[in-house]
């Protein structure tokens, strides 16, 4: 069971789209995922509540989780997403950065750098600056002063590397830990002293401070295969490694916390002024579709129909208009979550073909 929250901006045209393509997932596979839908989110929750994460939708997403469901979620504002992390423990978040080599043409960077690449961003989501205590306050003098403290223990730095240890073991067996010891010398200390004391024996291990890592992460992303690093500077290489992919909009992500609970969201944010007009990019809601399959439903399969169609797609000059080349075929949110559906059905359709089923 699959808890939707439509989120804001463009959050409702993109989730529309994505439930297209599970219902052809659906049809397909007669595989029938229940569907609950909460209410709204982010600032548009705001307005009405006064609260980014309403107690209704906190009541929602509870419920959803008890009954061993997830949530698919549109994006939403404010400080909507780091509530949610905190409320459910939600400590981990993965994006994968993979090639859409049928994006090359649209990328800023050069094709022969994006070839084969296959990595994973592993978030601290919990902690850290955006987790941190802050305030402004008024100084005598007429001055304002705005201060910000956050703060690690080492058992939510010990937790972050051992996931993504793990799956660096279960992927290329290489780990880069991102930090800043001269910037937040204390904090850095924590994750590097986990590190250290960490069993990495088979991995190849890198630390990377922050600034190169990001320079490495667009000029070498083939030495990439999983990157952890704390919750800001995880932010940061995530939005920046979505590059890599092509385009803002068909960025995506998986957050996870203890016993299965797991929000799956897009890279992008609200993308307010294309909001009503059918010109969002759906893929990434689409891509975090496949992942929720792939991770809470079991279906490796089915994720696969979606990825498989969505570059059957790509490469059939099918765009919206983030990702138009002069060439395209440009359509519209509604009209990009229809034509992947179909596609879906016929992966689908090729799959039975191969395997007589
Ligand atoms: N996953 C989430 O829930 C996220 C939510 N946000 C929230 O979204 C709001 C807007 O954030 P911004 O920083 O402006 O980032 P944004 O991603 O909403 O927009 C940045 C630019 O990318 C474009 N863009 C984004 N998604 C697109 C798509 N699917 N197709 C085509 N173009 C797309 C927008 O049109 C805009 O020009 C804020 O309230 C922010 O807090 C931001 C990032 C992630
Ligand atoms: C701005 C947020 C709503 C989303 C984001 O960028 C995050 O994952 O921290």
């Avoid at 780091?82 to 978040?93: N, P, Q, T, V």
């Avoid at 800023?108 to 902690?127: C, F, H, Q, T, W």
């Avoid at 990019?281 to 498989?308: D, T, V």
Wanted: hydrophobic share 40%; glycine share 12%.
């Amino acid at each position: 069971m699959a808890g939707i929250l439509t989120g804001e901006g463009v959050g409702p045209e993109v989730i529309s789209a994505a439930l297209q393509v599970l219902q052809a997932i659906e049809q397909a596979s007669g595989i029938a995922v229940q569907l609950r839908y909460g209410g709204p989110i982010g600032l548009a929750a705001l307005r009405d509540s006064g609260t980014c994460l309403s107690p209704e939708v906190i009541d929602f997403c509870t419920n959803v989780f008890a009954d061993g469901g997830c949530i698919f979620c549109g994006p939403g504002g404010g400080d909507f997403v780091y509530r949610l992390r905190e409320r459910f423990d939600l400590y981990c978040k993965f994006t994968p950065i993979h090639e859409l080599a049928a994006l090359h043409g649209v990328s800023r960077i050069k094709p022969a750098y994006l070839a084969g690449i296959d990595m994973i961003v592993v978030r601290e989501n919990s902690a850290g600056l955006y987790l941190g205590d802050s305030g402004i306050e008024n100084l005598p003098c007429g001055d304002r002063l705005a201060t910000h403290q956050f703060r690690y223990k080492s058992s939510q730095v010990e937790r972050i590397l051992d996931v993504a240890r793990r799956l660096a073991q279960a992927r290329r067996g290489s780990l880069t830990v991102v930090t800043k010891p001269g910037g937040i010398p204390a904090i850095s200390s924590l994750w590097l002293d986990a590190l250290e004391s960490m069993e990495t024996e088979g991995l190849t291990v890198r630390r990377l401070e922050i600034d190169y890592a990001i320079y490495q992460l667009l000029s070498a992303p083939h030495e990439f295969d999983v990157i952890v690093a704390p919750n800001m500077f995880g932010d940061v290489l995530s939005d920046a490694a979505a590059l890599l992919m092509g385009a803002r909009g068909v960025s995506y992500s998986g957050n996870f916390g203890p016993a299965g609970r797991a929000v799956y969201q897009t890279g992008h944010g609200a993308a307010k002024d294309l909001a009503g007009t059918n010109q969002a990019n759906p893929l990434g809601q689409i891509q975090s579709l496949a992942m929720m399959l792939r991770e809470s439903f079991g279906l490796q399969e089915q994720a696969q129909w979606i990825h498989r169609a969505i570059d059957r797609v790509l490469r059939a000059g099918w765009r919206t208009l983030d990702i138009a080349e002069p060439d395209s075929r440009v359509v519209g949110t509604r009209e990009m979550g229809e034509i992947v559906a179909d596609a879906v059905q016929a992966e689908a359709d090729a799959g039975q073909l191969m395997y007589g089923s």
